[in-house]
C-alpha cells in the first residue's frame, strides 16, 4: 500500500534523526529524555529484524548511566532517574537489554523514595513530574524485581503511597478528589482532571495496582472515589465540545472546552475510566467509560479537537494510537474508523524542511515551532505509533503512558 510506504519513509526519517541529534539530548527521562529514545531504536530494531539500531539503543543506556556517574541527579519520571528506571527495567522485561536490574536500580530506591516522600508532603501528586510518577516506576519494579527482599520494599512504598494519598484527598459525599496548583503563574489551585497531571492520573494507576491483590483493600476506595468525582462533572447534557472540564475551580464554573488528545480531555478521562471499569469488573462503570470515547470519534474538525501538532502528548499520532488501543479493546467500529483518519492527519504535519523527518511542535509557552525529539512531543513518539499501526505483533511500550 502507499499509505504503508510513506509511512515507511517516515520510520527511516524518524530513526535517521534520533541517531544524528541523540547527543543534543541532555535528560535521561522515559517521556523526555534519552531512554525513551532508546525504546524506539530497540522496537526499531525488532520491527526490521535488524540488530543496528539496538545496538544505538545500548549506546543511550549506556551513555544514561554515564550521566548518572558523573552527576547527574534530576530524579522524576518524565525527564529523570525515574522514567530511565522504568525504560530499563521494561527493555529488560522484553528481552531487549540482559541486565541485573535489582543491582543496577535497587541503588536509586531511597534517593527516589525520599523525592516522592517530598512531593507528597508539597501536595505534588503530578504524574510526569511528581509522586504518581515514582509511584509508576516502583510499580514496575514491584511486578519484575528478583529479589523477595526488593519486592517488600517496593510494595511498602506503594502501601505508603496509597495511604498518602487517601489522607490528602478531600471528601464530598460518595465521592473523592485532590486539589494541586492549576497555574504555577498565577498560583491558582483547584481540581484537575487530566491524565498527564491531574485526578485521571491518580484514578489509572490505582486501577493498575488493584490488579494486586496486597493493594486491593486500599486502591478500591481511591478508584470508586476517584470515578465518582469525575462521572458527577460530565455535562450531563451534550451540549459543549467535550463533556469533562480540563479543571475545576472552587469560584468560577467549569469550562467544557477541553482538547481531544491524550495529556488532557475526554481521551485521557475515558482511558482511565476504562482501565478502572476493567480492574473492577464492573459492567455498568465501563460501559460509561465506552460511551464517553465514543462520543469523542464525533470529533474530527480542527475547531473541535484543538489539535494542532502531530506528537503524542496533545496531537494526531497520540490520538491515533489510543484509538488503535480502544479498537483492541472493545471493538467499536469508530473506533477503528478514527485509527486512520488520525494516522492521516499526522502525515499531513510533516511539512517542516527545518523539522526532525518534516515534524515540528507547537510550545505554547513561546508560540513557536520547534522540532523535538521526545516520545511524550516530538519523533521518538511519533515513530513508535508508527511502529504499533504498522506491526503485526502487538507492542507495549506505551505503558509508560498508562495506556495499555
Not at 72 to 101: M, N, R
Not at 158 to 172: G, H
Request: contains cysteine.
Amino acid at each position: 500500500m502507499v499509505h504503508d510506504t510513506i509511512l515507511e519513509d517516515h520510520l527511516q526519517k524518524i530513526a535517521e534523526a534520533i541517531r544524528g541529534h541523540q547527543s543534543k539530548e541532555n535528560n535521561i527521562g522515559v517521556l523526555g529524555g534519552l531512554s525513551g529514545m532508546a525504546l524506539f531504536c530497540f522496537y526499531y530494531a525488532k520491527y526490521l529484524d535488524d540488530d543496528s539500531f539496538s545496538d544505538i539503543g545500548v549506546e543511550m543506556i549506556s551513555d544514561c548511566i554515564e550521566k548518572i556517574n558523573e552527576g547527574y541527579s534530576y530524579p522524576t519520571y518524565c525527564t529523570g532517574i525515574a522514567g530511565f528506571g522504568w525504560a530499563v527495567q521494561h527493555l529488560t522485561k522484553e528481552g531487549f537489554l540482559s541486565l541485573d536490574c535489582d543491582n543496577l536500580l535497587g541503588q536509586f530506591d531511597e534517593y527516589l523514595c525520599s523525592r516522592m516522600k517530598m512531593d507528597l508532603v508539597d501536595g505534588n501528586y503530578d504524574y510526569l513530574h511528581g509522586a504518581i510518577g515514582y509511584g509508576l516506576y516502583f510499580l514496575s519494579r514491584y511486578q519484575y524485581a528478583e529479589s523477595s527482599d526488593l519486592k517488600l520494599r517496593y510494595q511498602s512504598y506503594l502501601v505508603e503511597l496509597t495511604k498518602t494519598l487517601e489522607e490528602l484527598s478531600i471528601s464530598s459525599g460518595k465521592a473523592l478528589k485532590w486539589e494541586s496548583t492549576l497555574d504555577i503563574k498565577t498560583g491558582n489551585r483547584g481540581f484537575n482532571l487530566s491524565l498527564s497531571h491531574g485526578i485521571s492520573s491518580i484514578l489509572n494507576f490505582a486501577a493498575r495496582l488493584y490488579n494486586f491483590d496486597v493493594f486491593k483493600e486500599r486502591t478500591r476506595k481511591i478508584i470508586i472515589g476517584s470515578s465518582n468525582y469525575i462521572f458527577d462533572l460530565k455535562d450531563k447534557h451534550s451540549e459543549h465540545m467535550s463533556l469533562f472540564p480540563v479543571w475545576v475551580e472552587e469560584d468560577a464554573p467549569p469550562e467544557y472546552n477541553s482538547r481531544l488528545a491524550w495529556c488532557y480531555g475526554d481521551l485521557g478521562i475515558g482511558l482511565s475510566l476504562l482501565h478502572a471499569a476493567n480492574s473492577l469488573g464492573d459492567g455498568v462503570m465501563r460501559n460509561h467509560a465506552l460511551e464517553i470515547l465514543d462520543h469523542t470519534t464525533k470529533r474530527k474538525l480542527p475547531d473541535d479537537t484543538l489539535v494542532v501538532d502531530a506528537g503524542f502528548c496533545h496531537g494526531s499520532y497520540g490520538n491515533a494510537h489510543i484509538y488503535q488501543k480502544l479498537w483492541e479493546n472493545a471493538k467499536y467500529e469508530s473506533f477503528k474508523t478514527l485509527v486512520d483518519f488520525w494516522i492521516a492527519d499526522g502525515m499531513r504535519k510533516a511539512i517542516y524542511e527545518d523539522g526532525y523527518a518534516g515534524y515540528k511542535q507547537w510550545d505554547g509557552s513561546v508560540q513557536n515551532w520547534r522540532p523535538q525529539l521526545s516520545l511524550l512531543e516530538g519523533v521518538t513518539g511519533i515513530g513508535l505509533v508508527i511502529i504499533d499501526y504498522l506491526s503485526k505483533e502487538p507492542n507495549s511500550w506505551d505503558e509508560c503512558l498508562m495506556i495499555s
